[in-house]
């Protein structure tokens, strides 16, 4: 299974490398270089040189996750599917393909930037390595949610449109609450009328906490999701993870491991209908 994965791997990337796209996908990191690193200027922030190239990382692996996954589609490769004893093999083909070019070119942003490069680099070396990875990987995963080789009907919107809620809530917490504290008021006159007097109460209870302090309350609850990206960032900002930080890349690798189950679960019982 293992040599037939890295053999798909290598398929997959010499396509894209190999192609006009890739090409664009090299002349990007180049000008994301030369724009933000400019070697005339330096680099001698730590923090910038971590979240910025972190950023392109993250960027430069939703592109090239949507590129593969697009090539990965074409009508040409059912004679490789079909062969394999697992669909779920060619997917995670498509995921270390991904990782791994997207990853490449990463790292030719993060060589060049050390050019004229922070000088306080190398003592916290260690830090980058699993930032840079858990934030590719997931990326690389949601990406493939949003291309059409994965998705399988509604799922993508499922998904993203979950993930969009949650971030909305969390920034208009303050307007959120006073609109589902007046719905459920509004709903709670109607068991009222129904006779329903528990439910009412139950529902009355709520409506009280969110009228004393529950706006906060679920606006931290809806944003505990995006916890890893703050701890990260502030991290990094301050200088050194903490304990709590220091747990932030594996909760984002066990965000992309639910998310890539999902995908398996969906590219494997789909019916395949490769475009031309």
Do not use: C
């Amino acid at each position: 299974m293992t040599r037939r994965i890295w053999v798909l791997t290598t398929f997959l990337l010499h396509r894209l490398f190999f192609s006009l796209t890739g090409v664009i996908f090299v002349i990007i990191a180049l000008v994301y270089w030369a724009v933000l690193f400019p070697p005339q200027q330096g680099t001698p922030d730590l923090e910038n040189y971590f979240l910025i190239v972190g950023a392109f990382g993250a960027g430069m692996t939703f592109l090239v996750a949507l590129s593969i996954a697009s090539r990965a589609n074409e009508a040409a490769n059912y004679p490789l599917v079909v062969r394999l004893p697992s669909r779920v093999e060619f997917l995670t083909a498509v995921l270390l393909s991904t990782i791994v070019g997207a990853g490449l070119l990463q790292l030719l942003v993060a060589a060049l930037a050390l050019f004229r490069g922070p000088t306080e680099l190398w003592p916290r070396i260690m830090e980058i390595p699993p930032v840079w990875l858990a934030t590719n990987i997931l990326a690389a995963v949601l990406a493939m949610h949003a291309s059409d080789f994965v998705t399988a009907g509604w799922s993508r919107v499922y998904v993203f449109g979950l993930l969009a809620f949650l971030l909305l809530g969390q920034s208009s917490s303050t307007t959120l609450a006073p609109w589902l504290a007046m719905r459920l008021n509004n709903l709670s006159a109607n068991f009222v009328q129904q006779g329903w007097y528990d439910i009412a109460n139950f529902i009355n209870k709520a409506v009280s906490w969110l009228n004393i302090g529950g706006g906060e309350k679920l606006a931290d609850a809806m944003g505990f999701l995006f916890w890893p990206f703050r701890a990260i960032n502030e991290a990094v900002l301050a200088g050194s993870f903490d304990a709590n930080q220091a747990l932030a890349p594996a909760v984002m690798l066990l965000y992309a491991t639910i998310l890539f189950m999902l995908a398996a679960d969906l590219f494997a019982n789909k019916d395949l209908d490769f475009i031309e």
